[in-house]
C-alpha cells in the first residue's frame, strides 16, 4: 500500500529579542574653575592677612621693648620705640604708646611734666598706673575727668584704674560710660589682657564686656 510522506515543516524561526536601548549616563560634573580674578583676590587677601599678622607682631615687639627702655628710664629709646608702636594695627597698644611717647619726650627735654592741662594729669595718671602706684594714678586720672568731662579715653583708663584697686563699682561706671560715648571702647576692653584678666574676677564687669548693649545692664 502506498504510503503518503509527510510533508516537512520547517522548525519555526527564533524572534531576535529586540536590543535593549543604550543607557544614558549622567554627565559628570564639571569641576568649578576659578577665574584669574578670583585666583588674584584670593592671594590679595592671604597676603593682606599675612602683612596684617607681621605688622601686629613687630608691634607688639616695639611696644615690649619700649616699656623695658621706659622701666630703665632710658627715655629717648623708650620714645622711639613707643612712637613706632603707636603706628601699629592694635587700636589699644597704639593708644597706650602714644600717651607714654609724651612722657617721654617731656622727660628728655630736661624739665618736669607740668600738670596743668587734662592731658598733662591724664598722661601722669597713666604713667603712675602702670607703675602700680593706684592712688596717684587715681588721683590724676580724677582731675584729667574734672577738666574734660566727655574724655572717653579718661573714663576707659579710670575703669581699669578702680578695677586694678579694687573697685569693682567705679570699674564697671566707668567703663559704661566710656562705652556709651564711644562704643568701640567695648571691643578694646575685650581686646585688653588686664581687663580680661579683671573680668575674671569681677562679674559685673564680666557682663558689660559679654554684653552688647548698656540696656542689659
Known sequence: MATTKKPTVAPAKKTARAAAPARKLAPKPVAATKSAAEIKAAAALETAATQARVALQAQ???????????????????????????????????????????????????????????????????????????????????RALAMEPAGEHILFTLALCCGLSGDSNGACENLKRAIALEPKNRILARQDPEFLALAQQLPGLRAILASESLESY
Open 60 to 142: 607688639m615687639k616695639q611696644w615690649e621693648e619700649a616699656v623695658r627702655l621706659f622701666s630703665q628710664k632710658k627715655f629717648g629709646p623708650a620714645y622711639t620705640r613707643f612712637t613706632e608702636a603707636s603706628g601699629g594695627p592694635a587700636a589699644h597698644i597704639a593708644d597706650k604708646a602714644r600717651s607714654y611717647a609724651q612722657i617721654c619726650a617731656r622727660k628728655t627735654d630736661g624739665g618736669e611734666v607740668d600738670l596743668k592741662t587734662s592731658d598733662d594729669h591724664f598722661n601722669y595718671g597713666v604713667e603712675r598706673l602702670n607703675a602700680r602706684d593706684m592712688d596717684v594714678a587715681r588721683r590724676h586720672l580724677d
